[in-house]
């Protein structure tokens, strides 16, 4: 035996009578490995087709909810529509989607309707406990989230399109982004967003506003910011958009600093934790675009769509190490333009949405 290995046994062996070990460093083979179901989901019914892909979000059967923005087909894809038709293509889906596992369109609904006030362009998606459908909207003048049962009847809405009050408004948002919902608390986490700069909570129940906080939990500001230089110091303010928040079991808040190329940490008071630093050197359109936390108890992984790189970047989430990138860009199953959310399922599997010129949901099967 060699004697620099005799003296590291030695060594293992001395720090394990003390109750001590040695944990081996993370390696890429220790992240979860995926491949692509290139037929999923299944064809759409009544010659449909997707625009923009701005949302994706699981439930508690592992259905899949997708949002899409309909006014966003171009010219040569509205042909159908047309009196006459000028050609077989084609109509838009209907801005909200439910898929089973398998593909298999279960539901679909959306759009303008009484008593409330849809999104210009529709942006997020969050499915609750009772299985209630949560959207918001990023276009100016978007500064509501409304709230809908599983087949579309209208339920409630939390802020007022054309009216919002900056980064400090306790009454209204400007142009969120995403949310998500702690259930035992019955509060509403807001990703808010294209125009305001912060993280805001409200009662899910009553909409009653609870707090608010910038980066690393201080108040937000809404002057303006330099450009990220990824030589410069770490901002003292989130970028816009603030694009995603994911609550994880063990009690924190997660914030996709989107143009900042960062992930912030924070306990649910606001109070800040810890940020990690992903893809440092990514300077157009920022690399953390949205994330999920995986489906272990423990929550080991955490899995970021990374838009502006056309990947999907596997993180420890205790340390933030980087673990794998895969993806790449591109039009064929598997590959990815603007990446822009991300869901999992019970199982382990992710899916995906891309909006730009991607237009379309996949799902990605984990492997191992």
């Known amino acids: 035996m060699p004697a620099r290995h005799a003296a590291l046994l030695t060594i293992v062996a001395a720090l394990s009578a003390i109750g001590l070990t040695i944990q081996p460093a993370a ?48 010219d040569d894809e509205k042909g159908a529509m047309l009196t006459p038709p000028a050609t077989k293509c084609c109509a838009p889906a209907p801005a909200v989607l439910e898929f089973d596992g398998e593909g298999t369109l279960l539901r679909s609904w959306g759009g303008p309707g009484q008593g409330y006030e849809w999104p210009k362009s529709e942006h997020g998606i969050f499915v609750d406990k009772d299985g209630n459908v949560w959207i918001a909207g990023n276009a100016p003048g978007d500064s509501q989230i409304l709230k809908f049962t599983g087949d579309g009847k209208f339920l409630q809405q939390i802020g007022k399109a054309g009216s919002t009050g900056g980064s400090n408004s306790t009454t209204q948002l400007g142009q969120p982004a995403h949310m ?9 986490y807001v990703a808010d967003g294209y125009l305001n700069r912060r993280i805001i909570v409200f ?39 603030v694009h995603c928040v994911r609550l994880s079991h063990d009690g924190l808040v997660y914030v996709c600093d989107h143009a900042n190329d960062r992930i912030q940490v924070f306990r649910k008071d606001g109070s ?75 199982k382990g599997n992710l899916y995906t949405a891309e909006v730009g010129f991607g237009r379309r949901a996949q799902k990605f099967k984990r492997v191992e």
């Not at 990514?282 to 838009?307: C, E, H, M, R």
């Not at 420890?316 to 190490?321: I, Q």
Request: zero cysteines; a negative charge.
């Open 27 to 74: 390696r890429a083979d220790d992240a979860p490995r995926y491949v692509v179901e290139p037929f999923w989901p299944k064809p759409l019914p009544a010659n449909w087709i997707l625009g923009q892909v701005s949302g994706i979000a699981v439930d508690g059967r592992d259905h899949v909810w997708v949002l899409h923005r309909p006014a966003t087909l171009v």
């Open 180 to 188: 998500v919902i702690d259930e035992p608390a019955s509060e509403l």
């Open 203 to 241: 009662d899910s129940r009553t909409g009653a506003y609870k707090r608010h906080w910038g980066a690393y939990g201080k108040a937000p500001s809404d002057a303006g910011a330099s450009a990220y230089d990824p030589k410069s110091p770490p901002s003292a303010q989130f970028a816009n958009p």
């Open 272 to 346: 800040y934790v810890r940020e990690f630093r992903v893809e440092p050197q990514t300077l157009q359109n920022g690399s953390v675009w949205d994330l999920v936390l995986s489906s272990d108890p423990a929550q080991k992984f955490i899995f970021v769509a990374d838009g502006a790189n056309n990947q999907i970047v596997t993180l420890l989430r205790d340390s933030g190490e980087t673990l794998s990138a895969w993806g790449r860009g591109g039009r064929m199953a598997g590959q990815f333009k603007w990446v822009h959310n991300i869901a999992i399922d019970s």
